[in-house]
């Protein structure tokens, strides 16, 4: 069964910075979109930062743009989430999602609906 498992979340203070990793399991995700979204208590899901299978094509919400880099590693199968500057707003379940519909894709989709496959989610907390 295909799943996508993300680690590295955990408890820092404000200006701190932490790496998330989603790694693939069950089959290759390797050319196709991959992105991050989080989601606060009682709030929606809210994209964060999307890659394009090749790596070159990368879109950032406007909230996290210039603190966090999305990367991946395509030998083995696992995208990453940089964050740096980490203030208490980004305190939120980090989830990994893999857009399956096109293989090869240059766009890359922003919204919760377009990706299929999720992962179980990692919690990040900034204390201030």
């Known amino acids: 069964q295909a799943q996508l498992v993300e680690s590295g979340g955990g408890l820092v203070q404000t200006g701190s910075s932490l790496r998330l990793s989603c790694a693939a399991s069950?089959?290759?995700?390797?050319?196709?979109?991959m992105g991050w979204f989080r989601q606060a208590p009682g709030t929606q899901r809210l994209f964060v930062a999307a890659i394009n299978w090749s790596g070159d094509n990368t879109v950032y919400a406007d909230s996290v743009e210039g603190r966090f880099t999305i990367s991946r590693d395509n030998v083995g199968d696992t995208v990453y989430l940089q964050m740096n500057t980490l203030g208490p707003e980004d305190t939120a379940v980090y989830y990994c999602?893999?857009?399956?519909?096109?293989?090869?894709?240059?766009?890359?989709?922003?919204?919760?609906?377009?990706?299929?496959?999720w992962g179980q989610g990692t919690q990040v907390t900034v204390s201030s």
């Open positions: 069950g089959r290759s995700f390797s050319d196709y979109v």
């Open positions: 999602a893999a857009y399956t519909g096109v293989r090869f894709a240059q766009w890359v989709p922003r919204t919760v609906d377009e990706y299929d496959t």
